[in-house]
């Protein structure tokens, strides 16, 4: 059994605004709780809980399985699920140029809140046929999901404070996945469009691993890699249906030889 936490006060930020002005960043604490059971035998499993969280309302919780099945010397399987769900009150989405806005230097740095769900499932299996010769198996199922809000404009530098367009500033209208916003309704900045940054990712990972070590020191390696990504996003975000459209996305398949050679074993 383990445990493990952290705190951070209030400080300054020089990454949120992605190079614009300094930002506040509200006191966060993580704490975490993990299990792990007897590594020695056939069997192991290992639990990790993860959670977090910030004086502005973000927060975020993680569940990581490891089940580890090993009943022969020649072969070993891994299964490793996870789960994560997450709130950010204030995600980064763009910067928009306004000489108007002397403030924040001639620039709008727009951001919105992000609720993101993220699932994947990481499979190993590695087999030994010799000590000389060996497969290794890599395969990773993945689906994330993220819905932004409505974009809101960074207030003052050094501080965290926001603007949400239509609500406290300006006005704002959606159609389809573009916004429209006028920044200061009757005033002189002009208006800009922007898109929603929401999306939907699912993506399937694998590799093979063929080994040979023909002779002391030199080795045979065949490698096989796959890579399948789908980044239609889905209007109406389920698990099962979005992992089911995994086979869907665009494969990308690459093979590589690498042989190795001592001179002297």
């Known amino acids: 059994f383990s445990t493990g936490g952290s705190y951070d006060r209030d400080h300054l930020d020089d990454r949120l605004t992605r190079g614009g002005p300094l930002a506040a960043k509200p006191a966060a604490w ?31 919780r993680g569940a990581f399985v490891s089940l580890g099945v090993r009943t022969s010397a020649r072969w070993n399987l891994l299964f490793g699920p996870s789960i994560v769900r997450l709130h950010q ?23 919105a809140a992000l ?13 030994t046929f010799t000590p ?4 290794e198996l890599y395969l990773q199922p993945l689906v994330s999901n993220g819905v932004y ?15 949400t367009y239509g609500k406290d500033l300006g006005a704002l209208s ?8 006028d920044p200061d309704g009757p005033g002189l900045a002009s208006s800009f469009s922007l898109n929603d940054p929401s999306f939907t990712t699912r993506s399937l990972r694998g590799n093979a691993v063929l080994r040979w070590e023909y002779r002391p020191g030199s080795t045979l390696y065949l ?16 698990i099962g249906r979005a992992l089911g459209t995994l086979l869907s996305g665009r494969s990308n398949h690459v093979v590589v030889v ?3 050679y001592r001179f002297n074993p």
Not at 38 to 55: A, F, I, Q, W
């Open 115 to 127: 609720n993101q769900t993220e699932v994947s499932l990481v499979t190993r299996l590695n087999y």
């Open 132 to 135: 000389n010769f060996t497969l």
């Open 223 to 238: 490698v096989w890699q796959q890579e399948r990504l789908n980044g239609d996003r889905l209007a109406d975000f389920e």
């Open 258 to 260: 690498k042989w190795s």
């Open 174 to 181: 959606k159609t389809g996945t573009s916004y429209a916003i």
């Open 30 to 60: 993580t704490a975490r709780i993990g299990v792990d059971s007897d590594l020695r035998k056939p069997v192991t499993l290992n639990v990790n809980l993860d959670s977090g969280g910030d004086r502005a309302g973000s927060w975020s």
């Open 89 to 111: 009150d204030a995600q980064y989405v763009s910067t928009v140029a306004d000489s108007t806005m002397t403030g924040t230097f001639g620039q709008r740095y727009i951001f």
């Open 149 to 163: 809000g409505a974009p809101k404009e960074f207030q003052t530098p050094s501080g965290y404070r926001f603007a």
